[in-house]
Structure formats: C-alpha cells, structure tokens
C-alpha cells in the first residue's frame, strides 16, 4: 500500500508503544523506515518490543515511564534527541480504562484514568510539542475513541478524557498551525487487544463479544493492519494538509448507534419485500 522508505529519515515517539495497538503501529512505522522512540512503564515489555523491531532491522530507542510523570516525559524526550538528533512526530497512544458503574469509582480511580489519558496526553505534547516549535515542525496524532463525541455510560473518566483530548487537538491544530505542527487524531472503534478486552469485557458475558460485533454494520471487529495503514498515513507527509481532523476507523459502529433507524437492519428480507408489495397495490 505504501512505498517502503513511506518514513524514512522521520524519528517518531509512540507512548504505549511496547503493547496493543501502540505495538503494532510503531512496528509498522519502523516496517516504513522510521527511528522509534517506545514509552510505557514495563521495562521489559518495552525491551521485547525492542528486540523484534531490532530483528527487522529497526532502529529502536526503549524509554520506560509513566507518561503521568513530567519527569519521565522529559527524560524520553532528552534521551530520543540525544540519540536520534529530532523528533518529528508523537503518537500520543497510551491509555488507562476499565468498566464500572460511575457511582461506584473512588476519587482515585477515576483520576487515575483522567491522568493517564488527558495529563499524560498533554505531558507528552507539550514537552516534545516545545522541541517541535523549535524546529518549526511536526506531526501530533492521539488516538481517541468514538464515544469522545458519543459520551459513554460505564466508562465516564475515559469518555471526559478522550472528549478533553479531542478538544486539545483541535485547539492546538489552530494555535500551533503557525509552527507548522499538525494535530489529528484516530477514533478506533473496537479492535481486539489484550490490555482493552481484559479490561473491558464484562466477565460471565459471554454473548457480549457477538452482540457487540452484531451491532457493527460491517459485523466484524477492526484488523491491526488496518489501524496501522491509517496512522501510518496521517504520520506520513502524504497528508501534510490535514490538521485538526478526527478520522473514526469502526465499520459504522457509532454512526449505526446514532441512526434512529438502524435497528430495521435485523429485518428480513421478505418484510421488506412485503412491505414494497403491499406499497404498488395502493
Ligand atoms: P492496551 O493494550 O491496554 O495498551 C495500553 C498501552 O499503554 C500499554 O503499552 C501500556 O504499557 C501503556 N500505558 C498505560 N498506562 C501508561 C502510563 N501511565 N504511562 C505510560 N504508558 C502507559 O490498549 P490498546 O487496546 O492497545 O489501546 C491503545 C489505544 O487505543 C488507547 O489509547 C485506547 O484508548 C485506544 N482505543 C483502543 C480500542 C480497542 O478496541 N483496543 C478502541 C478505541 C480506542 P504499560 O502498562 O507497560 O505502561
């Protein structure tokens, strides 16, 4: 799909880039010829991560942190310039999330996620974003998730994080326009990871896997390389011109739970067909 030097020359940090979806997208970066730069707090995640990008000849810095910490983000930030000289873009990736009801969260919970998420978000883009105005360059993408427009019950901190993070890229995408810094993000819709389906799917459910792929019109979750192909399009320069847009990647999921209409979907054909019938005989 793409020419394979698609990244060459261009250092990219992915935060959460040692597992799921953040894996697989720095690995198909690297797979295009881009220096990675991999953050999270499992040091030896990341150095496993690190060993199978090296056995495919990509260049790879491991940094281990918590991306709610300044100071761990500062020091990816020292440590992914004095080895690769610049960063030319950030994948804002990692992410905290877990169901319950929202009466239910303690204060702690419930800024837990909105640290990692929004704070770690901002950490990141702004401690990279100062280098990147520098340079008078860059590329800013943060996944979100569809219900950051949607809202979401049983998952509050996340859908007030992903919204707040949303609004950020929006707002800078106009703010650092002038430094030639573009802002975009990805709102996945369901893709299976590890970290996401053991947090997320309710335990003893077990027809909630189908129905919630039933109520995807295309009836199937998201594929890895799909993801990858997207985010490596907008880190690309091929989509130098697009700043401040979301691109939702969901087979229709969130689109279909809006439409008032969407549940005439499980109607079978021969209603239809008597329907129309029963329409030419008026
Ligand atoms: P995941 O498997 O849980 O991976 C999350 C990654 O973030 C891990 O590598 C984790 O590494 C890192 N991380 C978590 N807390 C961190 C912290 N405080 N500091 C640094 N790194 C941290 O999640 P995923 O399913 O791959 O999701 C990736 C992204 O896609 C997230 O932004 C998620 O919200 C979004 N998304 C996923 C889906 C889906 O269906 N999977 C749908 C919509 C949106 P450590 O634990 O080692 O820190």
Known sequence: MFKDNLLENKT?????GGSGLGKSMARRFGELGANLVISGRRKEVLEEAAHEFSEKNINVLTCPGDVR???DVETMSKKALEKFGTVDALLNNAAGNFISPTEMLSQNAFKAVIDIVLMGTWNCTSVLGKEMIKNKKGNILSIVTTYAWTGSPFVVPSAAAKAGVLAMTRSLAVEW???????NAIAP????????????????????EDDMKNKIPMKRFGERHELENLASYLISDGSAYINGEVVTIDGGEWIAGAGEFSDLTKLPESMWKAMADRRKKK
């Open 12 to 16: 990219i940090v992915v935060t959460g």
């Open 69 to 71: 910490k300044i100071e």
């Open 177 to 183: 326009g002038k430094y030639n810094i573009r802002f």
């Open 189 to 208: 819709g369901p893709f299976p990871t590890k970290g996401a389906w053991s947090r997320l799917m309710p335990p003893g459910f077990d027809d909630f």
